[in-house]
Structures are given as C-alpha cells and as structure tokens.
C-alpha cells in the first residue's frame, strides 16, 4: 500500500514539475506574442491579409504557412489565434492559423526531418500547408 502512494505521489510531482515548466516556457511567451500582435499589427494590416474581403487564396495561404517561423505548440497557439481573431482575421484563415500552426513549425520539422527522414520533414510541411487550403 505505502509503494502505491509513492508512486502516486512522484506522479504527482511530476506533473506539477512539467505544468510549471510548460506555463513558464510556452505559455508566457505566448501571451506575450499575442499581446504584441494586439498592440503591433494594425487592424488593416491583418484585415488586409485575413479579413473577410481578401482573396480567399491568398489569406489561407498566408495563414497556412505563417506558423513556420513560430515554435508553437497546440495549447500555446491558441493565445495567437485569439490574437489575430480579435484583430479582425476571419474564422477561416484564424483557423488555419490555429491548426497549421503547430504542424508547420521549425522545430516540428527539423524533428521529423530528422527523426524520420527528410523525405517525410518534407511531406510533414507540404501536407500541412496544403491541407489547410
């Protein structure tokens, strides 16, 4: 009985360690990125590129691929895309933000990339461009 509640108890430990490491490093930062996107990026900038008037072709283009130069995750992307919403972004191309942002990061593809080849970091990239279309 003792052994079943340390190891509940160092569970617990562990994951209390990684909310707060992941809080800190991810989600901070995050918010940061969203507040500067709120205070930086004029409202006709991003109705110029995600509005509901720009071409359709080229705002899920933009929105597609633009999470590549972020090291987002899932949960800290959210905070981004609430961000460009807010700013005036349609629901579509936020949304292709919101779920290419993740997939199409650097560190996502050079981990696949060299995890699995680069003939698969490769397709990882085209496939989440290409899908959010």
């Not at 562990?14 to 996107?37: E, K, N, Q, R, W």
């Amino acid at each position: 009985m003792n052994f079943i509640l340390e190891f509940l108890k160092g569970g617990w430990a562990a994951l209390l360690d990684y909310l707060s490491a992941h809080v800190l490093t991810c989600l901070v930062p995050a918010f940061f990125i969203a507040g500067a996107i709120a205070v930086f990026l004029s409202q006709k900038a991003i109705l110029k590129y995600f509005g509901p008037r720009s071409p359709k072709i080229v705002s899920y283009s933009i929105a597609s691929v633009s999470g590549v130069i972020l090291a987002v995750c899932s949960c800290t992307v959210l905070p981004l895309f609430g961000g460009i919403y807010k700013r005036g972004a349609g629901i579509g191309p936020a949304t292709a933000f919101l779920y290419s942002g993740p997939a199409i990061n650097v560190l996502a593809i050079v981990y696949s990339a060299r995890l699995l080849g680069w003939e698969l970091g490769l397709a990882r990239v085209v496939g989440a461009a290409y899908i959010q279309r």
